[in-house]
């Protein structure tokens, strides 16, 4: 019996006719039949162009007025294409739960998150790399550097994303990847070609594998390998954080206060004299999460965590600057980062930052509300955007860091169960307030795509730079419209519910029906 073809169902490519009526579409919206290809393997839009050899395509439609017999290409509506030899070919991937077409809702997935949660992870899916199991960090920017690109911190969020929306396939693809390329001797990089796993941009920059070395994603990595080790109990992944740790402890040279410095290994710039606060609360938060499985470790391994947990403490102790009431940049630099708040208060806790660093938790985030908090016009934008800087904008226009304003409003969600633990119900129901708040922010500027994914910019305006000293936000994309990250959308993914991934013995929510089968495109394994 034949039935007819609904847009949005995926079509399996083996075996199709390469007909006038299968469409694809690239990431930038161009879309091209497969009759007007030419017989190119690489497809060509209506006017002759080549797409861009790495863009991934989706498969979007087949015209609703084509019937398809038991022997069709088309899959059952949600299902995958099995058998994708001409998409594995071109390095494409098809959306996870089908395409529909602009007018059509995406395909419901029983599965019980926040539809949020799940349009973002769809994103997530067409941004992940088949061979290497890497998420491209960004989508719609002409900053062509940044095509093709993994950042190694990136990829720790999208690891503990897809655990957090049950995927734990994808989430595994991630760790899978750095369990294999692990280097004791020089660490991670900080960016990887998403398609073939080779060090990324920055690769002239250094003397070892191509690229440079930060400590600061390295250690993410190991927070997202003790999550992943929590959600599965693959002990391979709880090895990697116990390596990454002990090549902080051990490789990644110490400041006089005890503290970790910015990368292993000097090039162009000196980063072993750099005394950055926020690595060291990301180093914090990997070995408090180690230390809390004392079973697992080795004597030698728990007194060199001890150890270490003890000395950056107390490095970090002394960032605390009290004319601001925030911790500093780094050592020696009163720069504001909204990060070192953010991820002070994530790691440690507010009774922990009350207790042992005797700081008024609500003192700390009412002053980072005072520095960072911006409201802005965004292109496209009805209205204004409330949200946070990176940092006190006082050398150029403010400017909305949706990556941060979800670290903020993790934060807010942190101090409402703080405040509920002492029986405040009136603070705790503000922060909510004020959770709830960035929340619908953050949504104003989410990309919609046809086919129902979300995904989050990373910052209000393109191509503007971070602080005095730092590097620029991704341009625009060719349309006009703000580049959207993996960053953003994960931490979008991270406040939506209650886990912290920098939370000592926090576990992350498990799946709610197990290895979600409907997010796995059946794709070959990489080698």
């Given at each position: 019996a034949s039935s007819p073809v609904v847009k949005g169902e995926v079509v399996d490519l083996e075996g199709v006719e390469f007909g006038e009526n299968v469409f694809i579409e690239n990431r930038s919206g161009e879309r091209v039949s497969f009759a007007e290809m030419g017989g190119e393997f690489f497809p060509r839009t209506p006017d002759?162009?080549?797409?861009?050899?790495?863009?991934?395509?989706?498969?979007?439609?087949?015209?609703?007025?084509?019937?398809?017999?038991?022997?069709?290409?088309?899959?059952?509506?949600?299902?995958?294409?099995?058998?994708?030899?001409?998409?594995?070919?071109?390095?494409?991937?098809?959306?996870?739960s089908g395409c529909p077409g602009p007018t059509t809702p995406p395909t419901e997935i029983n599965i019980e998150v926040p539809i949020s949660v799940k349009d973002v992870l769809n994103w997530m899916r067409s941004q992940q790399d088949s061979h290497t199991g890497l998420v491209e960090s960004y989508d719609n920017t002409t900053d062509s550097i940044l095509?093709?690109?993994?950042?190694?911190?990136?990829?720790?969020?999208?690891?503990?994303?897809?655990?957090?929306?049950?995927?734990?396939?994808?989430?595994?693809?991630?760790?899978?990847?750095?369990?294999?390329?692990?280097?004791?001797?020089?660490?991670?990089?900080?960016?990887?070609?998403?398609?073939?796993?080779?060090?990324?941009?920055?690769?002239?920059?250094?003397?070892?594998?191509?690229?440079?070395?930060?400590?600061?994603?390295?250690?993410?990595?190991?927070?997202?390998?003790?999550?992943s080790y929590e959600a599965t109990g693959d002990v391979r992944y709880l090895n990697l954080a116990i390596e990454i740790s002990t090549w902080a402890a051990k490789v990644v040279s110490h400041d006089a206060t005890g503290g970790i410095v910015m990368g292993p290994q000097d090039d162009t710039v000196p980063w072993t004299k750099i005394y950055p606060t926020e690595p060291n609360l990301d180093y914090a938060a990997i070995l408090q999460k180690l230390l809390a499985k004392q079973d697992k470790l080795m004597t030698a391994e728990k007194d060199l965590f001890e150890a270490e947990l003890a000395s950056v403490k107390k490095s970090i102790k002394v960032r605390y600057n009290p004319k601001t009431g925030i911790l500093d940049?780094?050592?020696?630099?009163?720069?504001?980062?909204?990060?070192?708040?953010?991820?002070?208060?994530?790691?440690?806790?507010?009774?922990?930052?009350?207790?042992?660093?005797?700081?008024?938790?609500?003192?700390?985030?009412?002053?980072?509300?005072?520095?960072?908090?911006?409201?802005?016009?965004?292109?496209?934008?009805?209205?204004?955007?409330?949200?946070?800087d990176f940092t006190d904008p006082d050398f150029r226009g403010p400017v909305v860091w949706f990556e941060?304003?979800?670290?903020?409003?993790?934060?807010?969600?942190?101090?409402?169960?703080?405040?509920?633990?002492?029986?405040?119900?009136?603070?705790?129901?503000?922060?909510?307030?004020?959770?709830?708040?960035?929340k619908t922010q953050?949504?104003?500027?989410?990309?919609?795509?046809?086919?129902?994914?979300?995904?989050?910019?990373?910052?209000?305006?393109?191509?503007?730079?971070?602080?005095?000293?730092?590097?620029?936000?991704?341009?625009?994309?060719?349309?006009?419209?703000?580049?959207?990250?993996?960053?953003?959308?994960?931490?979008?993914?991270?406040?939506?519910?209650?886990?912290?991934?920098?939370?000592?013995?926090?576990?992350?929510?498990?799946?709610?029906?197990?290895?979600?089968?409907?997010?796995?495109?059946?794709?070959?394994?990489?080698?």
């Open positions: 002759g162009r080549p797409l861009i050899e790495d863009t991934r395509v989706l498969i979007v439609k087949k015209e609703s007025d084509a019937t398809a017999g038991t022997s069709s290409p088309i899959t059952q509506r949600g299902a995958f294409a099995r058998n994708l030899v001409f998409a594995v070919g071109l390095g494409i991937l098809t959306c996870v095509w093709n690109q993994a950042s190694t911190y990136d990829q720790a969020l999208a690891v503990i994303t897809n655990i957090q929306g049950g995927d734990i396939n994808s989430a595994r693809k991630i760790m899978d990847f750095f369990v294999q390329n692990w280097d004791s001797t020089h660490g991670f990089v900080n960016f990887y070609v998403t398609s073939t796993g080779l060090p990324g941009i920055q690769k002239a920059l250094a003397k070892h594998q191509g690229s440079r070395v930060h400590s600061g994603p390295n250690l993410w990595i190991g927070i997202a390998a003790a999550a940049r780094g050592l020696n630099d009163a720069t504001k980062a909204l990060d070192a708040t953010t991820f002070f208060v994530l790691t440690f806790g507010p009774q922990v930052i009350q207790d042992e660093f005797g700081i008024d938790p609500d003192q700390l985030i009412a002053k980072a509300e005072e520095y960072f908090g911006v409201t802005v016009a965004v292109p496209g934008i009805q209205g204004t955007v409330s949200g946070f941060g304003t979800g670290q903020m409003t993790a934060v807010y969600e942190v101090m409402a169960r703080w405040h509920e633990t002492l029986g405040h119900d009136k603070m705790a129901a503000n922060y909510r307030v004020k959770k709830d708040f960035y953050i949504d104003k500027v989410k990309r919609e795509y046809p086919d129902g994914r979300d995904a989050v910019p990373y910052a209000s305006a393109g191509h503007i730079q971070n602080f005095v000293d730092g590097w620029y936000t991704p341009s625009d994309g060719p349309d006009g419209k703000l580049a959207v990250s993996v960053s953003g959308s994960s931490w979008r993914v991270i406040f939506d519910g209650t886990y912290n991934p920098m939370a000592a013995k926090e576990k992350p929510a498990s799946s709610p029906v197990g290895e979600v089968k409907e997010f796995s495109r059946s794709l070959p394994q990489y080698e």
